[in-house]
Each structure stands twice: as C-alpha cells, then as structure tokens.
C-alpha cells in the first residue's frame, strides 16, 4: 500500500501550461478523504484495489498527511466508518482547495478523456478500453510509464465545466490527481496538450478505414501506426442512462481520426485534422453547456 505523500496547493507536481494554474497533488486516499468518499465520476485506480481494512488504514495516513500540510483542518471529521456515517460528518477543507473541490462537486458538464500511447499497447498487450462502454466508469490501463521524455504517458483528464471556469483533474495509474484551474475559454488548449502528440497530422487521403478492436495491430497499422489511442465522452445530467457518447480518438504523424463508440464490432474511422478534431470536442462540450442552460432554465433554474 502507498503512503499519502503529495504536494501541498500551488506545488508543481505536474506540468503547469499557458491554459491552466496547478493547485495541488493528492493521492487516491486524500481525495477520498477530502471529499468525504464522493468521487463523483472519477476513477480512483489505487484505493479501488484495496480490501476494506487496507481503505481505512489508507485514509487514516491520508488525513495525517493532509493535516500535517494544512489541507485538512482542525475540527474536521475524516471519519474511519462506512457509507452510513458521513452524515454526521464534516470535512473543513483549506481555502486554496474549497472553492475547487466545490465546483468539482457541482459542475453540469464534465469532459472525460482517456489517453493511451499505442507504443504502450503493444508492449503491455493491453488493447485499449474498446467500444460500447462508459468511459467515466472505466479504471485506467496500468502498468503503463513514459520510456523517453516527451513521450505520451497513459492519463485520464476529467474537466469540470461550470460558468466559464473549468477544473481540470488528470488522474495516473497509480491514483495520483493532479488538479489544476483554468477558463472554459482555453479549452482547446487543454485538449490539445492532452491529445494531440507531436508531428500529428491529417491522413494522407480521405478514406474512411474500418478498424477491427479485436485485432489492434492490424488495425492500428491500417491507420498508419498512430502514437496515441484516446477515448473522450461528456456527460451532463440530463443525459439517459447508458446513453453517454463515447468517441474514439486516433492521433499520430501518420494521420488522425475518429470513431463513435457504441454497441458495435468495429470501428469506422473518420479521417480529420488534428486542429479539426479539437474543435469538433470543443463544440461537442458547447453543445452540452447550452443542453443544460436550456434544461436549467426550463426547470426554474433548478437541476433534477
């Protein structure tokens, strides 16, 4: 088992961009902890593993460690109980962090992408998540690690839209949460330092290829052996259940395309241009924005 060791607010634990501000490095355990075991739609890779008594002891050492560094306050209640005991609970949380972790809880909107380096596909075996599944409740590949600097390493990045701000989450294989700020505005960037690797760019011709997932090398070869396979899906409430577009993303200096995933065999694959694919999610986040300021305004303002 891990010990909860990360950053306090304003460290550098990952990369900081012209797009986003990083706020802080928290494990697993801590988010669990700081958010009182609601995680809302974010995978937790490490602690998913553990056995019950192993989560406790987890979340024990993770409120040390978060008050030893001011993030959890005196006062607060972590609790070591169950599910039924957060009720009578409170969790007082540093100022650099509530705000954040607030709109984290409440955002409408959330953008979930999974990328996945091919180079790491064929040397683990591990195929990637595939069609017809709900990437916001899918763990990430493990075992996955960057073999050069530059090169692309497995993540999961969820961005929460609220009001033209966004936290942005990108969460490891081994359960480490980067959280960062940033203005819906420079949503393009966020998608492009997270997809788009170098030298990427549009497919020689305009064919669509059919892909096979059950057979990635030949696919991916069919596709001019991309460097990163993405999923990317957003999810607002009043999405039907189950019915969250997932799409596949498919991006290398051989060519880039897209795919829907659904209750399909095989991938049929859309050539684009990697400036086109980004703007075809931003359009896709704006059109669940207005969903919801539509739906919001229809209920008084309310959500379900």
Known sequence: MSTAASTS?????SSESA???????LTDEEI??????DHHVVVLPHLSLLGEQETRSARRVAERSLAARGLLLPGSDGGHGGADDRADRTVAVHELLAPLLQMR???PVVV???RTPTADLASTGTSSHGPG???????????ITATAPGTPSSLTRYLFVLDGACVCEDVTAQGVHTLSMARVAHLAELLTELLVPPGACAPPGSATIVGDPTDLPWTLHRLGHPTVLAESTVLHPWLAPGQAPARLLVLGPGGCYHAALGEVSRW???????EDLVRLLVAEVGAAARRVEQESTGHNGGRD
């Not at 797009?19 to 490095?25: P, Q």
């Open 9 to 13: 607010p304003g460290s550098q634990a």
């Open 19 to 25: 797009a986003r501000s990083v706020v802080a490095s």
């Open 32 to 37: 669990d902890v700081l958010c009182d075991g």
């Open 105 to 107: 809880r409440g955002a």
């Open 112 to 114: 979930v992408l999974h």
């Open 133 to 143: 599944g709900d990437a916001s409740h899918r763990d990430p590949v493990d075992g």
């Open 268 to 274: 049929v694959c859309r050539p684009v241009s990697p």
